[in-house]
């Protein structure tokens, strides 16, 4: 079945310190893929999308991702975590054959940063 | 203002009493969309629609009504609400395959 994996549901990392989340999609052909963000009681926000071309992308608030072909991966990378960065991500694909623009969703892992 | 707008922010209302969230956005994009958001379930889609007049189910659509008759405005309806509804309700929107612009959400609560 086609599905979008995030598989470490909540994530603590100190202050500084680096972070990579995960995620991992199932599908045939290369879907569109997207980061959000979710700041306690409020919308997702976009932090970077992969269409196609330069595997590695930058996105918004020092954030970047890069696409693993070979491993259906997305993973989302900051070299420097500041306590603001404490959220909810969200992985997001689009399949290649775009069923209606709906997005398949991961479950999302929750950040915590110590100080 | 320009963007996308959720009405209203916060809902208390009675089981069985009918309920609708409105959704308007300003960027003419062509789909929309309306999420629920539950602990443990992330974002489930419950309908969206492709244009004015087009609309097709999601995951969870049993219990709500949608229509589009014009192009920024997509609300959505519980027709009798019910406790399992108790939620945070997200719409977006989005001209594919572009990402998807979401509202502030609408924190609703059946009692």
């Known amino acids: 079945a086609q599905s979008v994996t995030q598989p470490d549901i909540h994530i603590t990392v100190s202050e500084g310190a680096s972070l990579e989340l995960r995620c991992n999609y199932s599908?045939?052909?290369?879907?569109?893929l997207f980061w959000y963000v979710q700041s306690p009681g409020q919308g997702l926000q976009l932090l970077l999308k992969?269409?196609?071309?330069?595997?590695l992308v930058q996105g918004i608030k020092g954030f970047e991702a890069e696409f693993k072909r070979s491993q259906s991966s997305f993973n989302l990378r900051k070299p420097s975590v500041h306590w603001s960065d404490a959220a909810e991500y969200f992985c997001?694909?689009?399949?290649?054959?775009?069923?209606?623009?709906?997005?398949?969703f991961g479950q999302g892992t929750e950040l915590s940063v110590k100080p | 203002d320009a963007g996308i707008t959720q009405s209203p922010r916060y809902k208390i209302t009675e089981t069985g009493r009918q309920v609708t969230l409105m959704c308007h956005q300003t960027?003419?994009?062509?789909?929309m969309f309306w999420y629920r958001q539950d602990l443990g379930h992330g974002l489930r889609l419950i309908y969206y629609?492709?244009?004015?007049?087009?609309?097709d189910k999601g995951e969870v659509p049993d219990g709500y009504v949608v229509s589009r008759s014009k192009t920024e405005n997509f609300p959505l309806t519980l027709e009798s609400a019910t406790r399992s509804q108790t939620s945070v309700y997200f719409c977006?929107?989005?001209?594919?395959?572009?990402?998807?612009?979401f509202g502030p959400g609408t924190r609703l609560t059946v009692l």
């Open positions: 960027w003419s994009h062509s789909y």
């Open positions: 629609s492709a244009a004015a007049d087009i609309t």
């Open positions: 992969y269409f196609s071309g330069d595997t």
């Open positions: 977006a929107s989005s001209d594919p395959p572009n990402e998807q612009f």
């Open positions: 997001a694909v689009l399949p290649f054959y775009n069923q209606g623009g709906k997005l398949i």
């Open positions: 599908y045939g052909a290369t879907p569109y």
